[in-house]
C-alpha cells in the first residue's frame, strides 16, 4: 500500500498570503496524484488532478506540480472562502490512499 | 449537472446490517466506475470500494472484505453498497463518487453530500 504524508498539518495565514501544501508519496506513484478540498460539514470537492491539471470550475489561485514521489499544493493569494482541509489522492495503485490532511486556518 | 444523492444511513447495532444507496443524475451512469470512500467523525478519507461502469469488476480495501458488496443498477442509475457484520470501526460519512479514468488512473471527481453510518450498541 501507497502512503501518503503531508506537511504541514495545519496553517494558520492571512488573506493574500501564499500557501504551499506538500504531500510525499511513499514509493513512485508518476503522476498519479490529486488534490480535494473539504470545507466543514460538507463533502470533499476535486481541485486538481494528476499532479497539475486544473478541474473545471477551480478557480485559478490554485496550482498543483510534481512527480514521483514529492507533490505540492499551491493557493497563490488566500480568499477566505479558502479555509478548508486539504487531502492528497493516490491513483497509482489499488488500494487508493489519502494523506492525512492539512487544515488551512484564516 | 452530476448529481450524487445518498440514502440508507442510519443506526445499526455491532454485527448488524445496512444498505446505503446513490441514485446519479447529469451523466452516463454506465459509461463509469463508481466508489465509495469513507470518514470516520474527526478523521481522514478512506478508500472502501469500486465497481466498474459494466458491474464486472469490484475491488475492495482489506478491511471490507468478505463483510460489504458493492453493486449497481444501471436501469436505476444506483450505486449500492451491503454492508454485513458491522463493527464500531465502520462508523463514518459514507460518499459515493464518480470516478473519472485517466492515463495516470482514476480520479473522484464528482462527490455524493454523504450518508451517516452510526454502529453501536
Known amino acids: 500500500e501507497i502512503v501518503l504524508t503531508q506537511s504541514p498539518a495545519f496553517q494558520s495565514v492571512t488573506p493574500k498570503e501564499k500557501v504551499t501544501i506538500t504531500c510525499r508519496a511513499s514509493?513512485?506513484?508518476?503522476?498519479?496524484l490529486h488534490w480535494y478540498q473539504q470545507k466543514p460539514n460538507q463533502s470533499p470537492k476535486l481541485l486538481i488532478k494528476?499532479?497539475?491539471q486544473s478541474f473545471s470550475g477551480v478557480p485559478s489561485r490554485f496550482s498543483g506540480s510534481g512527480s514521483g514521489t514529492d507533490f505540492t499544493l499551491t493557493i497563490s493569494s488566500l480568499e477566505a472562502e479558502d479555509a478548508a482541509t486539504y487531502f492528497c489522492?493516490?491513483?497509482?495503485?489499488?488500494?487508493?490512499?489519502f494523506g492525512p490532511g492539512t487544515k488551512v486556518d484564516i | 449537472e452530476v448529481q450524487l444523492l445518498e440514502s440508507g444511513g442510519g443506526l445499526v447495532q455491532p454485527g448488524g446490517s445496512l444498505r446505503l444507496f446513490c441514485v446519479a443524475s447529469?451523466?452516463?451512469?454506465?459509461?463509469?466506475?463508481m466508489s465509495w470512500v469513507r470518514q470516520a467523525p474527526g478523521k481522514g478519507l478512506e478508500w472502501v470500494s469500486t465497481?466498474?461502469?459494466?458491474?464486472?469488476?469490484?475491488n475492495y480495501t482489506d478491511s471490507v472484505k468478505g463483510r460489504f458488496t458493492i453493486s449497481r443498477d444501471s436501469s436505476k442509475n444506483t450505486l449500492y453498497l451491503q454492508m454485513n457484520s458491522l463493527r464500531a470501526e465502520d462508523t463514518a460519512v459514507y460518499y459515493c463518487?464518480?470516478?473519472?479514468?485517466?492515463?495516470?488512473?482514476?480520479?473522484?471527481?464528482?462527490w455524493g453530500q454523504g450518508a451517516l453510518v452510526t454502529v453501536s450498541s
Open positions: 489522492h493516490q491513483s497509482s495503485s489499488l488500494p487508493h490512499s
Open positions: 447529469g451523466f452516463r451512469f454506465s459509461g463509469y466506475a
Open positions: 465497481v466498474s461502469g459494466s458491474g464486472a469488476a469490484t
Open positions: 514509493r513512485r506513484i508518476g503522476n498519479a
Open positions: 463518487a464518480k470516478e473519472y479514468l485517466g492515463d495516470g488512473g482514476s480520479v473522484f471527481d464528482s
Open positions: 494528476y499532479a497539475s
